[in-house]
Nanobody, 125 residues
Framework: VQLVESGGGLVQTGGSLRLSCAAS????????MGWFRQAPGKEREFVAA???????NIKDSVKGRFTISRVNANLTIYLQMNSLKPEDTALYYC????????????????????WGKGTLVTVSS
């Protein structure tokens, strides 16, 4: 099982980035997938989760700026991040659960069984 993130980088305040996560190694098409992030010196935190139908949970502080999406055909999820702020600086992780939406909400780390290695997002002020 592999989850590979890409799309991170250095961007100025107010800029945008689009993160991608490609899944392989098992049929992920029906399970919950999500994004978490860990800022320097802080705990890892939930950012967004999505079902195979497109139902989504988004962290309150990024609602209206971040959008999660998914293409089941190629087992890829995306995180479109707009109006980025310095406090969005973090290592962003992709994760996949073993369960469908409704069995889990996708907002807690313990609900996920597979993790990528992360992609770094740095927002300069």
């Amino acid at each position: 099982v592999q989850l590979v993130e890409s799309g991170g980088g250095l961007v100025q305040t107010g800029g945008s980035l689009r993160l991608s996560c490609a899944a392989s190694g098992r049929p992920f098409s029906s399970v919950v997938m999500g994004w978490f992030r860990q800022a320097p010196g802080k705990e890892r935190e939930f950012v967004a989760a999505i079902s195979h139908r497109g139902d989504a949970n988004i962290k309150d502080s990024v609602k209206g700026r971040f959008t999660i999406s998914r293409v089941n055909a190629n087992l890829t999820i995306y995180l479109q991040m707009n109006s980025l702020k310095p406090e969005d600086t973090a290592l962003y992780y992709c994760a996949a659960a073993n369960y469908e939406w409704g069995v889990v909400r996708g907002t807690e780390e313990y609900e996920y069984d597979y993790w990528g290695k992360g992609t770094l997002v740095t927002v300069s002020s």
